[in-house]
């Protein structure tokens, strides 16, 4: 007889939970050749999570922008790229965050007559629904062809002069049209980081970017801010933009600040106030005499949306500074002004005593680092008596009297309480 011995060898470990769901099978399979076949929209919520979370963020947008819509993914994408994220800035989405900063990444790098425009123009079909907003701080002129000679040249500003035909920049009405929803364009004409490789003519903004870009925001209808910062927007310039801005559907603020605006183009601005729907404008640091403040404050009487006028830094004096006021005698519009540093005196705190008496509407002045002096605060202090509604007034270094300065802040003080316990009554109510 034969003795036969029968061995089972098991693994304890093993189960059967651990084989993988024929769904899970087909969802792994589809993430892995998502590329080569993007099906998504066909399945349920659920396994379309599944499969978006086993997605790579480097696969090309041609594929992912208009089928992949989970924030989970393009919060992915964020992450991996780019240090700080802040999503409340791109009104809480993490897609529309993507695009616009990979777009904005684009131009601030693009070399013209080097760089292919189709990195531009095949990238529009994929972000124009999402980009709400660019903010472009840099733009790169073209590569010089003698680059070897121009090492010998001066860091002088005649080189911005040389430079003049050849230091175009990037054609935004290449771009802008084709953005449907863009509310917002923050731009600066200049390069960051230019190292030991500076020149002025880096930083030109030059008569045909100006018309380009004239055209390019005429052609924006959607457009509610345009910033044009530290770019030496002159007179000429501004009143091109101007020109092409004055019948506007849409814009309500407008910054200009650190430029070369000086009289002439504050004339244009002063004719863009007054037929506009311009809300805020932002004229801090230029070069604005009594003649520009003169414009704009004719604009300002004829103005019945302004609410917001930055002049700070510029050089108004009391001519300019009274002929504000005296707009403010009948406008009804303007919430908040500022004309710190503009070599103000006791004339225009004097009108400006005739403005706090009468006027309603606003609620914020700056008079800081001017010369009112000991008349100039007593003035302001007789025009504030009744005033019920100021509840800013900046005063510091403005050589206003200590005791005057206490006296005016209290009354400022305590509109602004009365203000506060108003909204905390009457919460819907819009603040102040």
């Known amino acids: 007889s034969f003795y036969t011995r029968r061995c089972i060898t098991e693994d304890p470990s093993w189960s059967l939970v651990t084989v993988p769901h024929l769904t899970e099978l087909c969802l792994q399979h589809i993430a892995h050749n998502f590329q080569m076949n993007p099906i998504l929209n066909c399945l349920l919520p659920e396994d379309q999570k599944k499969v978006v979370d086993r997605l790579s963020t480097s696969l090309p947008l041609t594929v992912t922008a208009n089928i992949v819509s989970h924030e989970d993914y393009w919060k992915r994408c964020c992450m991996e790229r780019w240090q700080v994220c802040d999503v409340s800035n791109y009104g809480d989405s993490w897609k529309r965050m993507f695009f616009e900063r990979h777009l904005e ?213 009391d001519k300019g500074g009274e002929a504000i006021g005296r707009a403010l005698l009948t406008n009804s519009s303007l919430r908040s002004l500022h004309l710190g540093s503009n070599n103000l005196s006791e004339p225009t705190a004097a009108v400006f005593s005739q403005v706090l008496a009468q006027n309603t509407t606003l609620r914020s002045i700056n008079f800081s680092c001017n010369h009112l002096r000991l008349d100039g605060g007593k003035k302001l202090l007789e025009g504030l008596a009744n005033n019920k509604t100021l509840t800013e007034f900046d005063l510091r270094h403005a050589e206003v009297e200590q005791e005057t300065d206490f006296l005016i802040h209290e009354i400022v003080w305590a509109n602004r309480e009365a203000v506060r316990r108003g909204s905390l009554q009457h919460p819907t109510t819009e603040p102040l």
């Open 105 to 317: 990444n684009i131009l601030k790098f693009f070399i013209p007559n080097t760089t292919d425009p189709n990195q531009v123009l095949e990238l529009i079909p994929l972000c124009k629904g999402y980009v709400r907003k660019l903010e472009i701080d840099q733009f790169l002129p073209p590569l010089r062809v003698d680059q070897e000679e121009s090492n010998g040249l001066s860091d002088t500003e005649d080189d911005a002069e040389l430079g003049e035909v050849y230091m175009h920049h990037y054609d935004l009405k290449d771009l802008i049209p084709d953005l449907p929803h863009l509310e917002e364009l923050h731009l600066t004409y200049g390069v960051k980081s230019c190292g030991m490789n500076f020149e002025w003519s880096l930083f030109n903004f030059t008569d045909l970017d100006c018309s380009n870009l004239a055209a390019a925001v005429k052609m924006c209808r959607n457009l509610k801010v345009f910033k044009l910062t530290r770019s030496k927007v002159d007179d000429d310039k501004i009143k091109l933009l101007a020109r092409n801005l004055q019948y506007h559907p849409c814009l309500l603020e407008l910054d200009l600040s650190h430029n070369l605006i000086g009289d002439h183009g504050a004339q244009a601005l002063g004719k863009l106030i007054s037929h506009s729907r311009l809300e805020t404008l932002d004229l801090c640091n230029n070069q604005i005499c009594h003649l520009g403040a003169q414009a704009l404050a004719q604009g300002l009487a004829e103005s019945s949306t302004l609410t917001s006028l930055n002049l700070r830094l510029n050089f108004v004096e």
